[in-house]
């Protein structure tokens, strides 16, 4: 297996990328808001023993060019499809997406589910979160809360939630694709979106606990999106699944690759 370092322009801008070719279906990985294609290392390197595989720095993160801003969930979905078509990465495509890219997933099966033969998503951001939030946060953290869902500049890539999820959930519809769901078991600091500046670090007052459950339940509905589906809770892991118990992603995408060969 060899790793190949990229860069392709797409919409005028360099972009960066990681992929390795080994037949198909591609695993395509897609990071959190503000994490690099570092993000996989050690699930890609395992992964691309196996088939193709392929991660990227979004505009503005780690070694791909900035753009304009703010930017929404369908601006990535074009921009990760201009990307592939610009290398011999050849579908179909198992999409991998953790946190806010397991959105990013959602939308571009929905926009090309011809292309798309499996999604594996990892303590993926559900829509509208934020509002579910508000029925368990103390009434002083609900305004800092809704501030960070209708300011796109309080996350770390300027993206317009609001516009973002109403493209999700108006492209949203149960499909036949296998979907793999892996949920953390462990809370974490802040309020568990790794693209919240403002909120990272635990300070005492973010309901850790109660936030972890209501991402579960939220996540459990996920489940509902593919007639294919199951859950797994990554018990020793915090939203970094990939990171604390990365053996668990990576046997998910080996029992997704298995059952396409039936």
């Known amino acids: 297996m060899r790793m190949v370092e990229a860069f392709h322009t797409c919409h005028g801008r360099k972009l960066f ?11 395509i990985f897609i990071a959190g808001l503000g994490d690099s294609s570092e ?18 720095d979004r505009v503005g993160v780690g070694r791909s060019e900035a753009a304009p801003l703010p930017r929404t969930c369908l601006d990535l979905v074009q921009e990760l499809s201009e990307l592939l078509s610009s290398i011999p990465m050849e579908p179909p ?13 959602r939308l571009f099966a929905s926009r090309y589910p011809a292309m798309v033969s499996g999604i594996v998503l990892i303590d993926a951001a559900h829509e509208y979160k934020e509002l579910a939030y508000e029925k368990i946060l103390p009434e002083k953290l609900i305004s800092v809360n809704r501030a960070y869902l209708e300011n796109p500049m309080l996350n770390r890539e300027k993206i317009d939630k609001l516009r973002s999820y109403k493209e999700v959930v108006d492209h949203s519809r149960q499909s036949n694709i296998p979907l793999s769901i892996i949920t953390s078991g462990l809370p974490d600091g802040g309020d568990r979106d790794d693209g919240n500046d ?4 635990d300070d005492g007052e973010w309901p850790q606990q109660e936030i972890l459950q209501m991402e579960q339940r939220l996540q459990a509905g996920f489940k509902r999106l593919s007639t294919v589906s199951k859950i797994r809770v990554a018990g020793r892991s915090g939203h970094y699944v990939h990171h604390d118990e990365p053996e668990i992603v990576i046997e998910e995408i080996i029992n997704m690759l298995k059952g396409m060969e039936l």
């Open 39 to 56: 993000s996989w290392d050690v699930v890609q390197d395992r992964i691309s023993r196996i088939t193709s595989t392929f991660s990227y």
């Open 93 to 105: 495509y198992i999409l991998v997406g953790h946190s806010f890219g397991g959105l990013v997933a």
């Open 198 to 201: 403002d909120n990272d670090g």
């Open 17 to 27: 990328s990681k992929y390795s070719l080994k037949g198909t279906p591609s695993v």
